[in-house]
């Protein structure tokens, strides 16, 4: 295939994202296909001979597209947003196209002098304290991770250098592995899973702590949990509060919990990978109220601002102990400009892989051509949505609204015993007209309703909630359900009222032992 051939196919290609993007609407936004059906639309081997391209291309839609669940379309409702914006891919194909591998400054000066520019830039519409800078006159920075996954395991590393090097400090005698073996993390139960799995990559337990009634992790519970562990002669070092928890969008208390962790020594990571993007609004920025104490600060730029995945922002106060953690220089990574200046930094040291994306240009793209009022309009459309939606909810005495709606989330169910609304997803699930996803709260099932693509508009919404109300039709419509189960011993009998008539449900079991 020969360079021009290949032009016209990048040009085409081009042409169907456009395309795509245009008539997602029409897509269902769930795919219908069985496992392993991709293995049986390809060849078991590798072609020999090149193809054409135009039979590839056509293959996209015949093979790829039929597996997509489209994350992007206006039914998608699910999870929280995933960012997508023409800016954004213009971007992120230059970035492929010029294809620089940026992890120090020597290699590509731009793609690490823009990185520190528009972290920048990004940490003074979010109005972070100045130390998070890379342009401040301390350590601080701002750099840009791939997910906020990884800012949560990059930070915990971090973490436990420091604290195994302070405590050496105090004891000389103590052997590393015998200090590491007594470090231990906190955060809530309601925390990402990727929270968890930090502890678990970074081979340091992480307690999850029982939050409030209102889902938050707050200082009295932080303080209680330090204390046992203290008696216990483990060392507390690390905690990662989050605002904007992926259940019910709640937010932990910085200002409880940010005085205990710098009394204590211990690392303070924010969380803030959905809800963050919200902090661009003058008027949800005291939802971050405590942000001061932290050591380090995550939001992702992928899922509500516009700039595609993978983009996650992290700043930390002191990217000191990010290099003391990371730094393996070996002679041939060495160059003549490496300093200790914060804004001419050797990214490498910042993160787990060497390698690194030009990552900075299509947050660049997208913070230039929508700028900051652009942005804040975006998400205050989202919510508007939102608050439509719980509308339209709250006039349906079937459903409830479980939590406050915040931000895009709604957290929403059917009145009465959980199996009317787990019928309920079930329903929904099967119909694939609409994606959405469960939580539990306070040991209700609830469906999670979130306004996440960039094309929804009110139609969308009214449009996902005739399918929500048209399914609870069926499912209300069922007068009752006998469920006989037998064994050598018992029987159980499962009846339901006449429903909505009566706007509760009513479970019997009746247990019959045999004697």
Not at 98 to 126: D, H, R, Y
Not at 174 to 195: P, R, W
Not at 486 to 514: G, R
């Amino acid at each position: 295939m020969d360079s021009e051939s290949f032009k016209e196919c990048g040009k085409t290609v081009i042409d169907y994202i456009a395309n795509y993007m245009d008539n997602i609407r029409d897509r269902p936004v769930l795919s219908t296909v069985e496992p392993g059906y991709l293995y049986k639309l390809t060849p078991s081997e590798a072609p020999v001979k090149g193809e054409h391209w135009k039979t590839v291309l056509a293959d996209v839609e015949n093979v790829i597209m039929p597996g997509i669940t489209h994350w992007n379309s206006p039914q998608f409702h699910a999870f929280f947003p995933t960012a997508n914006s023409y800016p954004a891919i213009v971007g992120d194909m230059l970035c492929n196209g010029i294809g620089c591998i940026g992890f120090s400054w020597i290699t590509s000066p731009a793609c690490t002098e823009l990185e520190v520019q528009v972290m920048n830039w990004f940490g003074k519409i979010l109005d972070l304290p100045k130390e998070f800078l890379n342009e401040s006159e301390g350590p601080g920075g701002g750099v840009l991770q791939g997910s906020a996954s990884e800012a949560t395991l990059v930070c915990l590393l971090a973490a436990k250098d420091r604290a195994t090097k302070r405590m050496k400090t105090f004891n000389p005698s103590m052997e590393d592995g015998e200090i590491k073996a007594k470090l231990v993390a906190y955060t809530s139960d309601q925390s990402n899973s990727s929270v968890e799995k930090a502890g678990l990559l970074g081979s340091m337990p992480m307690r999850l702590l029982e939050t409030d009634k209102d889902g938050r992790m707050t200082g009295p519970i932080l303080a209680k949990a330090i204390a046992e562990d203290l008696a216990k002669g483990l060392i507390p070092c690390y905690v990662v509060a989050t605002l904007g928890t992926t259940g019910t969008c709640a937010f932990d208390c910085l200002e409880t919990l940010g005085p205990i962790c710098n009394e204590n020594n211990i690392w303070l990571h924010v969380d803030a990978a959905y809800a963050g993007a919200a902090f661009i609004l003058p008027e949800y920025r005291h939802l971050m109220a405590g942000v001061q104490y932290a050591d380090s600060f995550d939001v992702n730029l992928h899922k509500w601002l516009l700039v595609n995945f993978d983009c996650s922002a992290m700043w930390v106060k002191n990217a000191t102990y990010l290099v003391d953690a990371f730094n393996v220089d070996r002679v041939y990574l060495k160059h003549s400009y490496q300093s200790q200046d914060p804004q001419i930094p050797d990214y490498r040291h910042w993160q787990i892989p060497l390698g690194r994306r030009f990552r900075s240009l299509k947050m660049w793209f997208v913070l230039r051509l929508y700028g900051v009022e652009g942005l804040q309009a975006h998400i205050r459309k989202q919510m508007n949505l939102a608050e439509l939606f719980g509308k339209l909810v709250e006039q349906d005495p079937r459903f409830e609204i479980v939590m406050p709606v915040t931000m895009g989330l709604v957290c929403f169910r059917l009145k009465g015993n959980n199996i009317l609304t787990k019928h309920l997803y079930e329903r929904l699930m099967n119909s694939g007209q609409i994606y959405l996803v469960t939580a539990n709260v306070r040991s209700q099932l609830v469906i999670r309703f979130v306004v996440c693509s960039r094309l929804t508009e009110e139609a969308d919404v009214r449009f996902a909630w005739n399918e929500i109300q048209r399914q609870a039709d069926a499912v209300s419509g069922t007068v009752a359900v006998v469920v006989v189960a037998t064994a050598a011993d018992a029987s159980a009998e499962v009846t339901t009222d006449v429903w909505p008539d009566k706007m509760e449900h009513h479970v019997a079991v009746k247990s019959l032992t045999q004697g």
